[in-house]
């Protein structure tokens, strides 16, 4: 998949990994959160956990509209349970938009909160950036 995303989004996506991993790998507990770039901060929100993905969205869409009045960039993550070559896998996504970009990326980080082991972040889809809707 060919991808570019820009410094801010690269810079949500540190943020992410940094705050949101030890969470998952430590304790099990994280609540979806969407973390806006305003140009001259980093903002978050978090949400409650246990609603479908498409509600989590509309919710990331409507706290960014009401929040936020500049948006460079975003990263929605949320922990899931994906399958990745025929094998169920516990998941980080990240799903990470640009004001720019029509399309948002969506990156996996799996894990073992077992084995406390982390691999590394991976784009796996594409689909309709949450700032492209604003637009709308």
Do not use: W
């Not at 507990?29 to 978050?44: A, D, E, L």
Request: hydrophobic share 40%; glycine share 6%.
């Amino acid at each position: 998949m060919d991808i570019s995303i820009s410094e801010e989004q690269n810079q949500l996506i540190e943020i992410t990994k940094k705050n949101v991993i030890p969470l998952l790998v430590g304790t099990g507990n994280c609540y979806p959160t969407i973390f806006v770039h305003t140009g001259s901060s980093v903002r978050y929100f978090q949400f409650q956990t246990g609603m479908d993905l498409e509600s989590l969205r509309e919710l990331a869409l409507k706290t960014i509209r009401e929040k936020c009045s500049e948006v460079l960039a975003y990263a929605l993550a949320y922990d899931t349970c994906i399958e990745i070559d025929g094998s169920k896998a516990d998941a980080l996504i990240i799903e990470s938009g640009d004001e720019e970009e029509a399309e948002a990326i969506e990156f996996a980080i799996t894990y073992s909160r077992t084995e406390g082991q982390v691999e590394p972040l991976r784009p796996i889809a594409k689909m309709q950036s949450l700032l492209n809707e604003k637009r709308a």
